[in-house]
């Protein structure tokens, strides 16, 4: 099953770089997304915590497991990570919660920017 893909433009000041940079923040998402009835799968992008970038979340609200087999990122501007078919073959039990990957910019003072789609399935 396809996802819509999401375009994301960041611009990281050296400043707020550096204020984000120091210190010791929990892993794992602050501001997931509530349940929406019929929908399966969430995803949502957070702001990284402790350095550059974004993280792309996902979350299981189904009751089978899933399996994210592919996440394509397209139209890449200043990313670290290649446009491209990522495998992140991840594995979802029904109410986790996933990384699916961290974005980040190659050069911290320019913007940054890409869209993501991913394909997943139900296991049996």
């Known amino acids: 099953m396809d996802h819509t893909s999401y375009v994301f ?5 050296l400043g707020i770089w ?4 120091c210190g010791s923040v929990p892993p794992g998402p602050r501001q ?3 349940p929406v009835a019929g929908e399966m799968v ?3 992008i957070e702001e990284g915590r402790g350095s550059l970038g974004h993280v792309i979340y996902l979350r299981n609200d189904g009751s089978v497991p899933i399996l994210v087999r592919t996440l394509r990122l397209t139209k890449c501007e200043n990313t670290r990570q290649p446009c491209g078919e990522h495998q992140p073959n991840a594995a979802v ?3 986790a919660t996933v990384v699916l990957m ?4 190659l050069s911290e003072f320019e913007p940054f920017s890409f ?3 991913y394909q997943w399935r ?3």
């Open 42 to 44: 969430q995803d949502w």
């Open 9 to 13: 433009r960041v611009l990281v000041p």
């Open 102 to 105: 961290r974005i980040t910019p």
């Open 93 to 95: 039990p029904p109410g």
């Open 32 to 34: 997931a997304p509530p």
């Open 115 to 117: 869209q993501y789609t």
């Open 18 to 21: 550096l204020l984000t940079s």
């Open 122 to 124: 139900a296991q049996q």
